[in-house]
């Protein structure tokens, strides 16, 4: 059973990885769909803007226009030239001012975004007459490349378009064509913002469909744990009091059969010792049949017929009784009070100590130490045992209803794991609290807290 669980688990668990493995692929997805478009919506709006230099400012356009001229015409004077005309290029004095031009008009037409731009220059070719064509540089798109704009890297930048320009001159030599290519690349501040605001409401429902998912899963599988360990706890239960009828039972069938011999119904001891068994036999079953019915009630459910007794008087019966059953433990008391007047249910509270008496026999211990303590409004009793403790892992378990220490097993002594759970009950009932302290190997410290003066 426990195997079939775990493989439904991890079944689950990669049926969860894969749904939200899709999930995220249909985000990244749309979210790739939404940058593409964005872009499309800036090349749209700039391309409205301008097709050409000239639009924006005809005088600088020929300021260009001519400087590409004069540069063509250095160089077919002379060959030496071609290592400076990119140099040349890139330190106009027209910069600034078409810079200045352009983002003055990205800002008029595109006023809900904020730009930054950069024309990159790709190549500058010559067409000298009939000659091999001479191709100054032919580079691939650099920010060191960059012609005009305040763009500082095109890392983050997308290509608008490509502005392609050709100009026809002539040198002394010959006539020549030039050919230029630039490109206009933009960044968007913040672009990653505005992305995630138009995806906000698929963010909001992909985030809660996953959330949700995960909640359910975990929901079904605190659940399917839950009803393994009740279906546990049931199966352990009846394997556990099927055993504590057994004895008394066992007990009461040899009792009868040798009481129906006639030497001992004439034998006065011994048939009073057999009826005395057989007494004391179902009376232990009675007591293990009101012990299941007990616990079946809650704290709240608990009916105490409360009366004033003295506390250290109280204990001391309970430790003489239990003392009778157990000669061989060696009981030890520190009492720090004296006459505390306490209003209690006598009947519950005997059972409830003696169960943690008993639960400290049943785990190993050989001497006990009884002590009582005011603090606080509070009478305190401590109950601490030799035995072989409780790992500190399961001390949230101890007052759980059919919860045995699994270290019990190794014992004769057998319990129906109620014990320590009748014990927080009762004591909760009277408005109290108890506590353990314990490690493996050092025993076991209980400290039950009872109220002063509680009607």
Same mark, same amino acid.
């Given at each position: 059973?426990?195997?079939?669980?775990?493989?439904?688990?991890?079944?689950?668990?990669?049926?969860?990885?894969?749904?939200?493995?899709?999930?995220?692929?249909?985000?990244?997805?749309?979210?790739?769909?939404?940058?593409?478009?964005?872009?499309?919506?800036?090349?749209?709006?700039?391309?409205?803007?301008?097709?050409?230099?000239?639009?924006?400012?005809?005088?600088?356009?020929?300021?260009?226009?001519?400087?590409?001229?004069?540069?063509?015409?250095?160089?077919?004077?002379?060959?030496?030239?071609?290592?400076?005309?990119?140099?040349?290029?890139?330190?106009?004095?027209?910069?600034?001012?078409?810079?200045?031009?352009?983002?003055?008009?990205?800002?008029?037409?595109?006023?809900?975004?904020?730009?930054?731009?950069?024309?990159?220059?790709?190549?500058?070719?010559?067409?000298?007459? @009939?000659? !091999? /064509?001479?191709?100054?540089?032919?580079? %691939?798109?650099? $920010?060191?490349? +960059?012609?005009?704009? *305040?763009?500082? =890297?095109?890392?983050?930048?997308?290509?608008?378009?490509?502005?392609?320009?050709?100009?026809?001159?002539?040198?002394?030599?010959?006539?020549?064509?030039?050919?230029?290519?630039?490109?206009?690349?933009?960044?968007?501040?913040?672009?990653?913002?505005?992305?995630?605001?138009?995806?906000?409401?698929?963010?909001?429902?992909?985030?809660?469909?996953?959330? @949700?998912? !995960? /909640?359910?899963?975990?929901?079904?599988? %605190?659940?399917? $744990?839950?009803? +393994?360990?009740?279906? *546990?706890?049931? =199966?352990?239960?009846?394997?556990?009091?099927?055993?504590?009828?057994?004895?008394?039972?066992?007990?009461?069938?040899?009792?009868?059969?040798?009481?129906?011999?006639?030497?001992?119904?004439?034998?006065?001891?011994?048939?009073?010792?057999?009826?005395?068994?057989?007494?004391?036999?179902?009376?232990?079953?009675?007591?293990?049949?009101?012990?299941?019915?007990?616990?079946?009630?809650?704290?709240?459910?608990?009916?105490?017929?409360?009366?004033?007794?003295?506390?250290?008087?109280?204990?001391?019966?309970?430790?003489?009784?239990?003392?009778?059953?157990?000669?061989?433990?060696?009981?030890?008391?520190?009492?720090?009070?004296?006459?505390?007047?306490?209003?209690?249910?006598?009947?519950?509270?005997?059972?409830?100590?003696?169960?943690?008496?008993?639960?400290?026999?049943?785990?190993?211990?050989?001497?006990?130490?009884?002590?009582?303590?005011?603090?606080?409004?509070?009478?305190?009793?401590?109950?601490?045992?030799?035995?072989?403790?409780?790992?500190?892992?399961?001390?949230?378990?101890?007052?759980?209803?059919?919860?045995?220490?699994?270290?019990?097993?190794?014992?004769?002594?057998?319990?129906?794991?109620?014990?320590?759970?009748?014990?927080?009950?009762?004591?909760?009932?009277?408005?109290?609290?108890?506590?353990?302290?314990?490690?493996?190997?050092?025993?076991?410290?209980?400290?039950?807290?009872?109220?002063?003066?509680?009607?």
């Amino acid at each position: 059973m426990k195997k079939k669980i775990n493989l439904l688990i991890l079944f689950s668990v990669i049926v969860l990885i894969a749904l939200s493995a899709m999930q995220f692929y249909l985000v990244k997805t749309t979210y790739d769909h939404k940058v593409a478009q964005f872009h499309n919506e800036i090349r749209y709006k700039i391309a409205k803007i301008t097709n050409d230099y000239s639009d924006i400012d005809a005088s600088i356009f020929n300021k260009k226009d001519l400087l590409y001229k004069q540069l063509a015409t250095k160089y077919i004077l002379d060959k030496k030239y071609k290592f400076r005309i990119k140099s040349d290029l890139l330190q106009n004095d027209f910069k600034n001012e078409l810079t200045r031009k352009l983002q003055l008009e990205f800002e008029k037409e595109i006023p809900n975004l904020k730009l930054d731009f950069a024309i990159v220059l790709n190549k500058f070719v010559i067409y000298n007459g @009939t000659k !091999i /064509t001479d191709t100054i540089y032919s580079e %691939k798109p650099f $920010i060191e490349n +960059k012609l005009y704009g *305040d763009l500082a =890297t095109l890392d983050n930048a997308f290509l608008v378009r490509n502005y392609v320009g050709t100009t026809s001159g002539t040198s002394l030599q010959s006539d020549y064509k030039l050919l230029t290519e630039d490109a206009l690349y933009v960044s968007v501040i913040d672009w990653e913002m505005i992305i995630l605001k138009r995806m906000a409401l698929i963010l909001f429902f992909a985030i809660f469909s996953i959330l @949700t998912l !995960i /909640t359910l899963f975990v929901i079904a599988i %605190k659940a399917l $744990i839950k009803q +393994k360990k009740i279906s *546990d706890i049931k =199966t352990d239960f009846i394997n556990n009091i099927t055993h504590e009828l057994k004895t008394p039972l066992a007990t009461l069938a040899i009792s009868t059969k040798i009481l129906e011999r006639k030497d001992i119904r004439e034998h006065q001891q011994n048939f009073d010792n057999l009826v005395a068994t057989i007494s004391r036999q179902n009376q232990r079953l009675q007591q293990l049949i009101d012990q299941v019915l007990n616990n079946s009630l809650g704290e709240t459910e608990v009916e105490l017929q409360k009366e004033k007794i003295v506390s250290e008087t109280f204990i001391h019966s309970i430790i003489d009784d239990f003392k009778i059953a157990n000669p061989n433990i060696t009981i030890t008391t520190d009492f720090k009070t004296i006459k505390t007047i306490l209003f209690l249910d006598k009947f519950h509270l005997t059972t409830a100590l003696l169960n943690v008496l008993e639960n400290a026999v049943k785990y190993g211990c050989n001497n006990i130490v009884i002590q009582t303590s005011l603090l606080d409004n509070q009478f305190n009793i401590s109950i601490q045992d030799d035995g072989i403790g409780i790992e500190k892992s399961k001390h949230s378990l101890l007052f759980d209803k059919f919860y045995r220490v699994e270290q019990g097993n190794l014992h004769s002594t057998k319990g129906l794991g109620l014990g320590l759970y009748y014990v927080d009950q009762i004591i909760k009932a009277h408005r109290g609290s108890v506590a353990v302290i314990s490690d493996l190997g050092k025993g076991c410290l209980f400290k039950i807290s009872l109220e002063l003066n509680r009607n």
